[in-house]
Structure formats: structure tokens, C-alpha cells
């Protein structure tokens, strides 16, 4: 079977280290591997709009934004295919028959829908394409025949839906569909890196997000307002390194070299954790070195940003061709599924010489 890629990112801001360590640093090393044969990012542009019908305009700026994020940090469209969703009708179709294998109850149980939910307030009043996205990323996933999605944590749930909805499709209309795996990055922190404030996730209404794009100055001075352990006040205290997010960035980023290059009096983490849970290794001196850790990985792909910015025109056209791409892979599926649930009427010529017979016999 061909190995196939397929994910991608809602276009309501721009990217930012939560999304790099926990996606696209690993999208890109996927595409570097050769390993697969199609790889579609998606710019998931009909899944913002479930919760932004009123803020189209933020998600129209976006789809650019986001374009440029993935492009900096190195997917190269002659290996991937980056196309925004909406510009495949052929998914919105999909979309609409896995409705009918999925029940409400079973949506209402989506722990990230559910997560979601409260975190906008929707409690009383979702909005039922809101409430539908899963169905309508499973048409995502399966119109691109994708085996392997890799995601954040945050998406297994997802997955999970689109699988079941795969096992029931094939289950009543025959063996038609691929069933994707999830594939979440190795190192567990990455996929779930908090904010700068130590909350669960980086978000953009919490303002706690590093971005992608930020400049050196700003990487440095949200690195030295990082949340640490409130009760370290001197630094010969005993310091805690749970909940902690400078370690829990360092567990993130650190490598064994970067003490070389910029620490010299570690040889490892485990060194320095050890130091600053004795007490007398102070914040300051773990955020700079974070800083010069997070400056290192960050500055090429801001380089590569700026030069990508400066021909915009170009990169609309990089998403106009990965989408007249990405829309024959999804209509090759879309044939193949109405040709399953048979309301392929014009083409099946075995149906209409049945029903000819039929109306024979009876003269
Ligand atoms: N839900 C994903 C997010 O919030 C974006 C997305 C849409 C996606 N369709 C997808 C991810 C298909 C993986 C596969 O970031």
C-alpha cells in the first residue's frame, strides 16, 4: 500500500513553538525521509471558520500566515503538497455522507470537541458545524487515502473518530476507504508544550505563545518572563523543576552539544536539574541559556521567512497548484465512495438495465 501523509493546521494565527515542536519540525523531517510517497498539508481553513463564521477576515489574512510559518520551516513544495481546504469542494461531499455514520451522543464524547466547547464559552449554543468538525476532518484524512497523520496530542482524539468512521464505511459499503494511524513525536513534552505563563497550551487568547515569526528581542524577553517555580526566590534555594517551564522547554530543546556551546559547566540536563533542585543555580542563568537554545533553532527559520515574504505572489501560487493537486487525489477518492454507497446512478449501467427489466416484464 502507498504511504501516505496528510495534516495541517487551522489558519486563526500564525504558528508558534507549540506548533513547531509539536507538528511541523516533524512534518518536515518526514518529507526529508523519503519515506512517503504523498505528503498533503493541509490549511485548514473551512475547520477555522466552524467557530469564526463572523471572523472570516481573520482566517482569509492566516491562510498566508500559516503558508509562510510551514514554508520557513522548511516543507518544500516539490516534496509536499500545501493546499487550503476550502478549495476542495470534494470534501465538503465527503463530509456529508460520514455524517450519517456518526451519532450525536458519540460527538458529544470527542474529548477534544468537549475541551473546545468550554474553552469558547459554547456550552449553550455551539454551532453545529463546531460540532461536526470531526466528521469533517475525518473527510480530510480519508480523502487523501492518508495511512499516517502526524499530530499533537491534543488530535488523537481525531483520529480515533476517523478510524471508526472508516471501519463503519467499509463495514456497509465494502472495502473502500484506508484507515489512518496517528503518529504523535517521540520526545512527550514536544507534543504538549505549555505557555510562557506555564498553562496548558500555548494559545493566542491567552497571549502566552512565542511565535514562529517573533524577533530575536522578543523570543528573549518572553524567555526571561518564563514561569518558573514561584517558590525559588534566592537562588541558593532549592528550586523545582515540575511544572517548571523553562526545564520543561529545555526538555523540549536542550541537547547535550548546546552545553558545549553555550554552558560549560554542565555536561548534561540531569547535571543541571540536579543543581538547581540542590538550590544555587538561578533563573536568570537557566533562561539565558534557554534563550540561546531557543535563538539557535529559531533564527534559520525566521531567514527562510523573510526571504519567502518577499515574493508573495508566489506563495498564492505555491497554494493554488497544491490544491488543483490535492483536489484530483480527493475527487479520485470521491468517485470511488459514490461508486460504494451507489448513487453513482448515471454510470451504473447494471441499475438501469434492472430497472428497464423490471418495467418489461410488467407489459
Ligand atoms: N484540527 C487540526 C488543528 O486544530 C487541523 C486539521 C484539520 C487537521 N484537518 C486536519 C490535522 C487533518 C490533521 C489532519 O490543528
Redesign the pocket.
Known amino acids: 500500500m502507498e504511504k501516505v501523509i496528510?495534516?495541517?493546521?487551522?489558519p486563526t494565527g500564525r504558528l508558534h513553538v507549540g506548533h513547531y515542536a509539536g507538528a511541523v519540525k516533524r512534518r518536515v523531517e518526514i518529507q526529508d525521509s523519503g519515506e512517503y510517497q504523498k505528503i498533503f498539508i493541509?490549511i485548514?481553513d473551512a475547520?477555522a471558520l466552524t467557530d469564526n463564521a463572523d471572523n472570516h477576515e481573520k482566517v482569509r489574512q492566516n491562510i498566508l500566515e500559516v503558508a509562510l510559518d510551514n514554508l520557513a520551516c522548511g516543507l518544500d513544495p516539490m516534496k509536499s503538497t500545501l493546499f487550503v481546504q476550502t478549495q476542495i469542494p470534494e470534501l465538503t461531499e465527503l463530509a456529508f455522507y460520514y455524517m450519517n455514520l456518526v451519532t450525536v451522543s458519540r460527538l458529544q464524547r470527542n474529548p477534544t470537541v468537549k475541551a473546545e466547547i468550554q474553552l469558547r464559552n459554547f456550552e449553550a449554543s455551539i454551532p453545529v458545524g463546531f460540532f461536526t468538525y470531526p466528521i469533517s476532518?475525518a473527510a480530510?484524512?480519508t480523502a487523501f487515502k492518508a495511512t499516517m497523520?502526524p499530530?499533537g496530542e491534543d488530535?488523537l482524539p481525531?483520529i480515533e473518530q476517523t478510524r471508526e468512521i472508516v471501519r463503519k464505511f467499509n463495514a456497509i459499503y465494502g472495502e473502500t476507504l484506508a484507515e489512518p494511524e496517528a503518529q504523535l513525536v517521540e520526545n512527550e513534552t514536544c507534543s504538549r508544550l505549555p505557555g510562557i505563563d506555564g498553562k496548558a497550551k500555548m494559545s493566542k487568547s491567552l497571549n502566552n505563545c512565542i511565535y514562529l515569526a517573533d524577533s530575536p528581542e522578543e523570543i528573549k524577553s518572553k524567555v526571561m518572563s518564563m514561569y518558573t517555580d514561584p517558590d525559588h526566590l534566592k537562588v541558593s534555594d532549592p528550586g523545582n523543576i515540575e511544572g517548571n517551564t523553562v526545564f520543561t522547554y529545555l526538555d523540549a530543546f536542550c541537547k547535550e552539544e548546546h552545553f558545549s556551546r553555550y554552558l560549560k559547566e554542565y555536561s548534561n540536563l540531569q547535571e543541571m536539574k540536579e543543581h538547581y533542585k540542590r538550590g544555587g543555580l538561578g533563573d536568570v542563568k537557566i533562561k539565558k541559556f534557554l534563550n540561546e537554545i531557543l535563538q539557535e533553532e529559531l533564527e534559520p527559520i525566521r531567514r527562510k521567512r523573510k526571504e519567502y515574504e518577499k515574493d508573495i505572489f508566489a506563495i498564492y501560487e505555491i497554494l493554488k497548484e497544491g490544491s488543483i493537486k490535492a483536489r484530483e487525489e480527493a475527487a479520485d477518492t470521491l468517485d470511488k465512495v459514490r461508486a460504494a454507497v451507489k448513487i453513482n446512478y448515471f454510470d451504473d449501467l447494471d441499475l438501469i438495465i434492472k430497472q428497464q427489466a423490471k418495467y418489461r416484464n410488467l407489459s
Open positions: 496528510l495534516t495541517g493546521d487551522r493541509i485548514a475547520q476532518q480530510d484524512i497523520v499530530v488530535q481525531m
